[in-house]
């Protein structure tokens, strides 16, 4: 069975620039998760989707952070403009609706915000 | 408010040697409870995973952890140490009351020294 899926692995960007991540989860699983783990931290969810729609997004900085799932399937997550204290692991998660079920994790994308 | 705490930020074992590595939580009611392990350059896998019933629970690569509830701790262990669990380990929480979301602690850098 094929993994969660991201990419790129490593971006750096100059401060004020765009950026985006793209992630595929694992087939069937119809929820999908962005955390971002800055050094030293565990993960901090910034959004969960279930199938297509917003479970949670209470954490992600709306000001510049935008996430979408369309059709329910691959996911981007984008930062416009970014900042110095963007510099983190995105990590994408997947699992199948339920209390409990577990998370399966993708490799993250690195990001360097200079 | 609801917390994960590992308070051990590195831990240095011997090879052969056995582990535990610490996490308390604060939540009103018992939440499901959670070990994930992250090797460099990789996503998190998970070890293992608490919901009831047996307090003792057994997961991959040789680890379990225990549930005890008077202290609000699940803690991980293993009887021996391989070189090969070097990375970093992770104890995350999920509760209904507040959205199913894993909340995860700041992490624990396991080093095997041989």
């Known amino acids: 069975e094929a993994g969660v899926a991201q990419s790129p692995r490593y971006k750096i960007i100059e401060k004020r620039q765009s950026v985006a991540f793209w992630c595929n989860p694992i087939?069937?699983?119809?929820?999908l998760y962005w955390y971002q783990q800055i050094l030293g931290q565990g993960p901090k969810l910034l959004i969960q989707f279930q199938n297509n729609g917003v479970v949670d997004d209470s954490q992600l900085p709306k000001d510049r952070f935008s996430a979408e799932r369309l059709k329910g399937v691959d996911s981007t997550l984008k930062i416009q403009p970014a900042k110095l204290e963007d510099s983190a692991v995105y990590l994408c998660?997947?699992?199948?609706?339920?209390?409990?079920?577990?998370?399966?994790f993708g490799p993250g994308t690195r990001l360097l915000v200079l | 408010a609801q917390s994960v705490t590992q308070p051990d930020i590195h831990i240095t074992v011997s090879e052969g040697a056995s582990l535990e590595l610490r996490c308390n939580y604060s939540?009103?009611?018992?939440?499901?409870l959670f070990w994930y392990v992250q090797s460099p350059g990789q996503g998190l896998q998970l070890l293992l995973k608490?919901?009831?019933?047996?307090?003792l629970v057994q997961g991959i690569k040789g680890f379990e952890a225990e549930f005890k509830r008077s202290q609000s701790s699940f803690n991980l262990r293993k009887p021996s140490v391989h070189w090969s669990d070097a990375a970093e380990y992770f104890c995350?929480?999920?509760?209904?009351?507040?959205?199913?979301?894993?909340?995860f602690g700041a992490g624990t850098i396991l080093r095997v020294k041989s």
């Open positions: 995350a929480v999920e509760h209904m009351e507040y959205g199913n979301k894993l909340v």
């Open positions: 608490y919901f009831s019933g047996d307090t």
């Open positions: 939540y009103g009611a018992t939440p499901y």
């Open positions: 087939s069937g699983h119809a929820t």
């Open positions: 998660a997947s699992s199948l609706i339920g209390v409990g079920e577990t998370q399966y």
